[in-house]
């Protein structure tokens, strides 16, 4: 989340068009009033006024085969119309799609490919941050947005506080409002008649590995041409590796990201056995797995009758 008393600045890309950099360069120093949530001082707007001339700009100066992989070039809809038509999320994953065909179709890693690609990759980073902006001190429903922390720390859930103030969360009009900030309605540390929530501490106890395996999974989400886990072991990586090539979900997914980290966790799927599945895979057998892992055969039986089937790799 971007600190508002600290604006946190907008990646861009090395090699990216000078014309797009210094438009969001522009963009960063003048978003600090703007939010999504804002009706006065919209962030589309900013978008608009700055990002547009200068996407349309630099997509006046490359070759036709390029205009087809950023989002509405040559259709005569402007970048801000289309993030405003599909939302934030879609627009970057249809970014996302976007460059991987140019990747998979045009890439020849000429100078221009790779200012093109660069360029890309800044619109998408552009994008994201622009669905992380939190609103200056508008009131919603009465809530006060700065309080609002969006997904519960525990998991993909919205936090109830978040969930009530978008009009999605219900309560009892005669209930006292104390609606958490940090948590959901499963995870919240205790329930409404004040004993202390179980899913709350065996959630609490396991956050650092929450977040380990949140982690592991943007970094593989976000680039799935190759191992980018950084497990520091080779055959999680690959683990985290195929297991992404069998889903569909983007970077920009991240209550389905926390969600897979969440059961990842709950399941007790650890990295033992990632490795187990990873070397069945390659073809070994249960003792030639516990050879190679230095373990008892029965503990790798054990591991593959305990792991969930949405976590086991397709056969090649």
């Excluded at 989340?1 to 950099?21: E, H, L, R």
């Amino acid at each position: 989340m971007i600190d508002m008393k600290k604006q946190s600045t907008i990646a861009i890309w090395k090699g990216c068009d000078a014309t797009v950099s210094e438009a969001i360069e522009q963009f960063g120093n003048r978003w600090s009033a703007y939010s999504t949530a804002s009706k006065r001082y919209p962030i589309a707007r900013l978008v608009e006024e700055l990002i547009d001339p200068a996407v349309a700009a630099y997509t006046e100066g490359i070759p036709a085969r390029y205009r087809g992989h950023i989002p509405g070039a040559g259709t005569g809809v402007a970048f801000s119309a289309i993030m405003k038509l599909v939302g934030f999320p879609a627009m970057i994953r249809l970014q996302r799609q976007l460059l991987r065909a140019f990747v998979l179709t045009h890439d020849q890693q000429s100078k221009k490919d790779r200012c093109f690609i660069a360029t890309l990759e800044t619109l998408i980073e552009l994008v994201m941050a622009c669905q992380r902006k939190k609103p200056s001190s508008e009131d919603v429903g009465g809530l006060n947005n700065q309080r609002l922390k969006g997904f519960c720390r525990f998991c993909g859930s919205q936090a109830e506080l978040a969930s009530f103030a978008t009009g999605e969360g219900q309560r009892d009009p005669d209930e006292h409002l104390r609606l958490s900030n940090l948590y959901c309605t499963t995870h919240r540390p205790k329930t409404h008649d004040g004993s202390w929530n179980p899913a709350y501490r065996q959630a609490k106890r396991a956050v650092a590995q929450f977040d380990l395996e949140l982690a592991r999974l943007s970094r593989q989400c976000a680039i799935r041409a190759k191992p980018q886990a950084k497990s520091g072991d080779e055959l999680v990586d690959s683990y985290f590796f195929q297991y992404m090539l069998s889903l569909t979900v983007q970077v920009a997914d991240e209550p389905e990201l926390r969600n897979i980290a969440r059961l990842m966790v709950d399941t007790r799927f650890s990295d033992r056995k990632k490795q187990i599945l990873v070397l069945k895979k390659l073809g070994f057998n249960q003792s030639e797995i516990a050879r190679r892992l230095k373990i008892e055969r029965q503990a790798v039986s054990k591991a593959l009758c305990s792991i969930p089937d949405c976590f086991c790799l397709p056969r090649a």
